[in-house]
Structures are given as structure tokens and as C-alpha cells.
Nanobody, 124 residues
Framework: QLQASGGGLVQAGGSLRLSCAASGRILNNYFMGWFRQAPGKEREFVAAIRWSGAHTAYADAVKGRFTISRDKAKNTGLLQLSSLKPEDTAVYYC???????????????????WGQGTQVTVSS
């Protein structure tokens, strides 16, 4: 089970830190990903990390502004959102993939476990 938190309302240029607490064990070869879905749009990839920390990936739209990490001791994934823009407004979901590989870590269908989502709203 995944529990996402940390969303909120922030002005453009501001920052937020999202957390995703996992109740089950996450193995080093698993991936944790973050996706987002804006109203009327499809859910899109934001960032992903192999739980070992060896690999990360970012969508072009967030590269250089968002940072994905994980706290293995707390079994929690983190997504630092900085320099936020109004177009970052969406519900952000965390997810875990147990059998993805590097070439599929950006693919939504690779992820079998999903959190409930946390709303991020960026005002201009």
C-alpha cells in the first residue's frame, strides 16, 4: 500500500516536497515512479527511481526543477518540486513497479501498485 502526501497550494516559483510511504517492503530492483494527471489530460510520467538509487529518470518538462529520491530506512519515496509553474498543477500519484526494467521505467503500465494521489495547485 502506498500513501502519498505533501501536496498543497503554492505560488509560481515556490516549492513543495511530496512523500510516498510504502507499507510493504520495496526491493532494490523495484522502481518507484511519480506520475501526474491534470484535469482533462492523461496521466503522465514525471520521475522514477530504482530503489537501489542507481538509476533515475525525469520527464523533460520537470528536468532540472524536480528531484526524486528515497529514504530506504523509512521506506518512503520523495519528490522535491521546485520552481513550480502553473502548468505543474495536477494530482500527483506515486507508484511502484516490481518487474520494470530501465527501458520501461517511464511507462505507466509498468507500475502495478498505486497511491491515492495528492493535489498540487500552482497559482500564477
Amino acid at each position: 500500500q502506498l500513501q502519498a502526501s505533501g501536496g498543497g497550494l503554492v505560488q509560481a516559483g515556490g516549492s513543495l516536497r511530496l512523500s510516498c510511504a510504502a507499507s510493504g517492503r520495496i526491493l532494490n530492483n523495484y522502481f518507484m515512479g511519480w506520475f501526474r494527471q491534470a484535469p482533462g489530460k492523461e496521466r503522465e510520467f514525471v520521475a522514477a527511481i530504482r530503489w537501489s538509487g542507481a538509476h533515475t529518470a525525469y520527464a523533460d518538462a520537470v528536468k532540472g526543477r524536480f528531484t526524486i529520491s528515497r529514504d530506504k530506512a523509512k521506506n518512503t519515496g520523495l519528490l522535491q518540486l521546485s520552481s513550480l509553474k502553473p502548468e505543474d498543477t495536477a494530482v500527483y500519484y506515486c507508484a511502484v513497479a516490481t518487474s520494470a526494467i530501465l527501458s520501461t521505467m517511464r511507462t505507466r503500465t509498468s507500475y502495478g501498485y498505486w497511491g491515492q494521489g495528492t493535489q498540487v495547485t500552482v497559482s500564477s
